[in-house]
């Protein structure tokens, strides 16, 4: 019996501690809405505290992507999709959409940098502003 009741004494309080940590999750939920309200800074600081409890949160990475294309950190955000891309190398399929973003908004910071973009075998002509069908950095986070 003392044993039970200090199990369950012992259980309430690691909840109780649990329930006020903040999770990589929540972080996530928070940046988008800050996102949401065109909060960019905010938003950034939540993505960087949820990649502080999960370093390789692919999603948060790409938010944190998101963020720093919007604030207009283009040297940053091209490193941040460009590690985005690293985490989902095994899981392409599974990110299709936002691999397809972040590399659209790796070329569009290497453009805003004076770099030369090389379209190597790939037609570059999808990374083009007037493309209507452009859903990358241009139309997702548009300020």
């Known amino acids: 019996m003392k ?5 369950a004494l012992v259980g309430y309080i690691l909840g109780q501690v649990l329930s006020c940590a903040s ?15 065109k909060d960019y800074e905010a938003a950034l600081g939540e993505f960087e ?5 999960e ?4 999603l948060l ?13 283009w040297a940053d955000a091209r490193d941040t999709f460009t590690r985005f891309l ?7 399929s599974t990110y299709d959409d936002e691999r397809w973003n972040a590399e659209f908004c ?16 790939e037609d570059n002509s999808r990374f083009d502003d007037g493309n209507e069908d452009t859903l990358g950095g241009i139309t997702m986070v548009g300020k």
């Open 23 to 37: 999770t990589s999750y929540d972080n996530y939920w928070r940046g988008k809405d800050l996102m949401y309200q």
């Open 86 to 92: 690293d985490l989902t190398d095994e899981k392409k």
């Open 106 to 121: 790796i070329k569009k910071c290497a453009q805003m940098l004076g770099e030369d973009v090389d379209a190597g075998d």
């Open 49 to 53: 505290k949820g990649l502080e409890s």
């Open 3 to 7: 044993i039970a009741l200090a199990i």
């Open 61 to 73: 990475t790409f938010e944190k992507g998101r963020a720093l294309y919007a604030l207009e950190r």
């Open 55 to 58: 370093p390789d949160g692919i």
